[in-house]
């Protein structure tokens, strides 16, 4: 008997270290292509070691799950049909079931089935994951009822009830890393999937958990409370000096809030999360950290992993995009943006899957594809916003060739037919751009999940193209469309409203419905500058200076029969944005503005310039307006120009 234990024993150590050897050439293979033929032959010897210590006779339960649970990994890790490796691992929990005393290597071998399962059978996955969640908490193993809810979050297109059993078990057993660590990336969940206002509230939770401020607000504060302090003293707070899981929370409450902060109302504090954000990204490690913690009345620690340094810099490339939608300047910080990220992309040595042995696969590539998709959209956005069409027609084929490759079409198809449609809308083809936009909200008026899951890891999450903003949102283009051509009446209006009751929409969107239901109202004077000055109030906060240059315009005509100065200074500020809204040159003097808006805003200068018998500035507005009637006539004639420039 003796014997055969240390028999066992040696043929176990002789497999492990097989396992090094492979994780070590592994590591280097990509580089070193001689090493596969050495590779190949560990990668056998381990596996034969551990058949050859299952085959001994008379093995005890816990040496025999040892070997099973062995070999069960080594088939996953080093053979490309995992059937065999589902099947140790199955063998091996069934073994582990039998006895209470074999609970540790229950729960291994339950760990195990389900990482095999998910890569070949994920409904199956699940199923064990909601057996193995039970039967931790039935056993009270509270490490192992961590693990498997932090596992089951990875493998579900709605983790939210499993981050909530994580956060309240935490919670009562005074788990903090681990409270925080569910606290944040729930947040990021509810992000993604919209939730914003649960998202708010997780956010709050959080930052009162860690204390949390603002990095200048903080060092200010601690400045005024000490000012004898030293510099290096007052130059970090506190919380920023934390490592491993704590740092790692507070990059993902900073990623988080400046999604959150970038579509409210706060664009100044959204910079500069985003400014930490990247601070952090470039501080930390190249590689996915396993965060190992501690669950107290526990030996065992609970481990995570959290992305690595390449995925987290995608999300940061991405979050620089959606939060910086300015068009203005010679190479604006959104273009930056759009630059550095698709280099960043293009640098991606290996193709973007890189399988190293026990490790999970690093980025795949339509997750890859998803995060570029996503910047060039963004890109697009502010290129038609610029007129430069023709570069936004580039980033939209561009978008087709990807997603046709990488066979994202159905995930991407609203955004592709929505961007069609303002790209036809800023070249005048007002029916053609309203035919997309009523595509979209066709497409998008579902019941699933689209855009809002980009960055999901598994890719059926997405199952169908339902995405309740984007809908609305082509609704309301549609409608400011049909109202541009006197053809919108108040029914549709109500309809649209009806539907956002039901929907968490950005201030932007909501500021064109109440400037829409405005220009309706419009008999009522009184109701229509109350809506308007509503919408202006919304993009004010939203920084959106498109809405803000046609509110301008439309208030001056509310204002302009009864407080000529207020009007005035509606046509004065309007007309400042609209000059300013697409490309400014300061060092060439050049000034490419918004056309239509800007003769808009002329000709008002010159009524009222002739009302008030002010010849010399009338003779000045006269040559705008003859400039802008030329511009304008020019998209009407080309349906577009690749950009309207003016000389000042």
Same mark, same amino acid.
């Given at each position: 008997?003796?014997?055969?234990?240390?028999?066992?024993?040696?043929?176990?150590?002789?497999?492990?270290?097989?396992?090094?050897?492979?994780?070590?050439?592994?590591?280097?293979?990509?580089?070193?292509?001689?090493?596969?033929?050495?590779?190949?032959?560990?990668?056998?010897?381990?596996?034969?070691?551990?058949?050859?210590?299952?085959?001994?006779?008379?093995?005890?339960?816990?040496?025999?799950?040892?070997?099973?649970?062995?070999?069960?990994?080594?088939?996953?890790?080093?053979?490309?049909?995992?059937?065999?490796?589902?099947?140790?691992?199955?063998?091996?929990?069934?073994?582990?079931?039998?006895?209470?005393?074999?609970?540790?290597?229950?729960?291994?071998?339950?760990?195990? *089935?389900?990482?095999?399962?998910?890569?070949?059978?994920?409904?199956?996955?699940?199923?064990?994951?909601?057996?193995?969640?039970?039967?931790?908490?039935?056993?009270?193993?509270?490490?192992?009822?961590? %693990?498997?809810?932090?596992?089951?979050?990875?493998?579900?297109?709605?983790?939210?009830?499993?981050?909530?059993?994580?956060?309240?078990?935490?919670?009562?057993?005074?788990?903090?890393? @681990?409270?925080?660590?569910?606290?944040?990336?729930?947040?990021?969940?509810?992000?993604?999937?919209?939730?914003?206002?649960?998202?708010?509230?997780?956010?709050?939770? @959080?930052?009162?958990?860690?204390?949390?401020?603002?990095?200048?607000?903080?060092?200010?504060?601690?400045?005024?409370?000490?000012?004898?302090?030293?510099?290096?003293?007052?130059?970090?707070?506190?919380?920023?000096?934390?490592?491993?899981?704590?740092?790692?929370?507070?990059?993902?409450?900073?990623?988080?809030?400046?999604?959150?902060?970038? /579509?409210?109302?706060?664009?100044?504090?959204?910079? +500069?999360?985003?400014?930490?954000?990247?601070?952090?990204?470039?501080?930390?490690?190249?590689?996915?950290?396993?965060?190992?913690?501690?669950?107290?009345?526990?030996?065992?620690?609970?481990?995570?992993?959290?992305?690595?340094?390449?995925?987290?810099?995608?999300?940061?490339?991405?979050?620089?995009?959606?939060? *910086?939608?300015?068009?203005?300047?010679?190479?604006?910080?959104?273009?930056?943006?759009? /630059?550095?990220?698709?280099?960043? !992309?293009?640098?991606?040595?290996?193709?973007?899957?890189?399988?190293?042995?026990?490790?999970?696969?690093?980025? +795949?590539?339509?997750?890859?594809?998803?995060?570029?998709?996503?910047?060039?959209?963004?890109?697009?956005?502010?290129?038609?916003?610029?007129?430069? !069409?023709?570069?936004?027609?580039?980033?939209?084929?561009?978008?087709?060739?990807?997603?046709?490759?990488?066979?994202?079409?159905?995930?991407?198809?609203?955004?592709?037919?929505?961007?069609?449609?303002?790209?036809?809308?800023?070249?005048?083809?007002?029916?053609?751009?309203?035919?997309?936009?009523?595509?979209?909200?066709?497409?998008?008026?579902?019941?699933?999940?689209?855009?809002?899951?980009?960055?999901?890891?598994?890719?059926?999450?997405?199952?169908?193209?339902?995405?309740?903003?984007?809908?609305?949102?082509?609704?309301? +283009?549609?409608?400011?469309?049909?109202?541009? !051509?006197?053809?919108?009446?108040?029914?549709?209006?109500?309809?649209?409203?009806?539907?956002? /009751?039901?929907?968490?929409?950005?201030?932007?969107?909501?500021?064109?419905?109440?400037?829409?239901?405005?220009?309706?109202?419009?008999?009522?004077?009184?109701?229509?500058?109350?809506?308007?000055?509503?919408?202006?109030?919304?993009?004010?906060?939203?920084?959106?200076?498109?809405?803000?240059?046609?509110?301008?315009?439309?208030?001056?005509?509310?204002?302009?029969?009864? *407080?000529?100065?207020?009007?005035?200074?509606?046509? %004065?500020?309007?007309?400042?944005?609209?000059?300013?809204?697409?490309?400014?040159?300061?060092?060439?003097?050049?000034?490419?503005? !918004?056309?239509?808006?800007?003769?808009?805003?002329? %000709?008002?200068?010159?009524?009222?310039?002739?009302?008030?018998?002010?010849?010399?500035?009338?003779?000045?507005?006269?040559?705008?307006?003859?400039?802008?009637?030329?511009?304008?006539?020019?998209?009407?004639?080309?349906?577009?120009?690749?950009?309207?420039?003016?000389?000042?």
């Amino acid at each position: 008997m003796a014997q055969r234990r240390q028999q066992h024993s040696r043929l176990l150590a002789l497999a492990e270290g097989y396992n090094t050897k492979c994780k070590e050439i592994a590591a280097v293979l990509y580089s070193q292509t001689h090493l596969v033929s050495q590779y190949q032959h560990c990668c056998y010897l381990a596996i034969l070691s551990y058949k050859s210590s299952l085959d001994l006779p008379g093995l005890a339960p816990q040496q025999e799950l040892n070997s099973r649970l062995g070999l069960g990994q080594a088939l996953y890790d080093y053979t490309t049909d995992i059937s065999d490796a589902e099947h140790t691992a199955g063998r091996a929990l069934s073994k582990a079931s039998e006895d209470d005393s074999l609970d540790d290597y229950l729960f291994k071998a339950y760990e195990l *089935h389900i990482r095999i399962s998910s890569a070949k059978n994920l409904r199956f996955a699940q199923f064990l994951l909601k057996r193995a969640i039970k039967d931790a908490e039935r056993k009270k193993r509270q490490e192992w009822f961590y %693990q498997f809810n932090l596992l089951a979050i990875k493998l579900t297109s709605n983790p939210t009830n499993y981050f909530k059993a994580v956060i309240e078990a935490a919670k009562r057993n005074d788990d903090a890393d @681990l409270h925080l660590l569910a606290l944040v990336e729930l947040a990021r969940s509810l992000a993604h999937s919209g939730d914003w206002r649960s998202c708010a509230a997780n956010i709050e939770e @959080l930052e009162n958990e860690i204390g949390y401020v603002p990095l200048k607000e903080e060092a200010t504060t601690r400045t005024q409370s000490n000012p004898d302090a030293m510099d290096e003293d007052i130059k970090e707070p506190s919380i920023r000096k934390e490592s491993g899981v704590r740092s790692y929370i507070l990059l993902v409450l900073l990623m988080v809030k400046t999604i959150f902060t970038g /579509r409210n109302t706060e664009a100044t504090l959204a910079k +500069s999360c985003l400014e930490e954000v990247n601070e952090l990204v470039h501080n930390c490690g190249g590689h996915g950290s396993l965060f190992e913690m501690k669950v107290n009345g526990c030996v065992d620690k609970v481990k995570y992993r959290a992305p690595n340094q390449r995925q987290i810099l995608e999300f940061s490339f991405v979050l620089n995009c959606i939060t *910086h939608k300015d068009p203005v300047g010679s190479m604006p910080v959104s273009l930056i943006c759009v /630059r550095e990220g698709l280099a960043f !992309m293009k640098d991606d040595i290996g193709g973007g899957i890189h399988h190293q042995a026990g490790s999970e696969v690093e980025v +795949s590539k339509s997750d890859r594809s998803n995060v570029e998709l996503a910047i060039r959209c963004s890109a697009a956005q502010v290129h038609i916003m610029r007129r430069e !069409m023709e570069d936004a027609r580039e980033q939209l084929l561009e978008m087709v060739k990807l997603a046709r490759e990488h066979k994202v079409m159905k995930l991407w198809a609203p955004w592709l037919l929505m961007l069609e449609g303002f790209l036809l809308q800023a070249s005048n083809e007002e029916e053609a751009a309203k035919n997309y936009y009523e595509a979209v909200a066709i497409l998008c008026g579902k019941n699933a999940n689209t855009f809002t899951s980009l960055f999901h890891v598994n890719s059926s999450n997405v199952e169908e193209l339902q995405n309740d903003e984007m809908e609305v949102t082509a609704r309301i +283009s549609a409608m400011t469309l049909e109202v541009g !051509m006197n053809r919108c009446d108040h029914e549709a209006v109500k309809a649209v409203n009806e539907r956002m /009751r039901y929907v968490q929409c950005s201030p932007s969107i909501h500021a064109i419905m109440k400037m829409v239901e405005g220009i309706l109202s419009k008999g009522i004077i009184t109701r229509s500058k109350h809506l308007f000055t509503q919408s202006l109030t919304l993009s004010s906060q939203s920084h959106d200076n498109y809405i803000r240059a046609f509110l301008f315009a439309l208030l001056n005509e509310v204002f302009r029969h009864s *407080h000529e100065d207020q009007a005035l200074q509606m046509i %004065q500020t309007g007309y400042a944005i609209s000059r300013k809204m697409g490309k400014v040159e300061q060092a060439n003097g050049k000034n490419f503005g !918004m056309p239509f808006l800007n003769l808009i805003y002329s %000709q008002s200068l010159e009524n009222y310039y002739k009302r008030s018998n002010m010849k010399a500035e009338l003779r000045k507005q006269e040559v705008y307006t003859k400039f802008y009637h030329k511009c304008c006539d020019s998209i009407a004639d080309t349906g577009y120009t690749k950009s309207i420039q003016l000389t000042v």
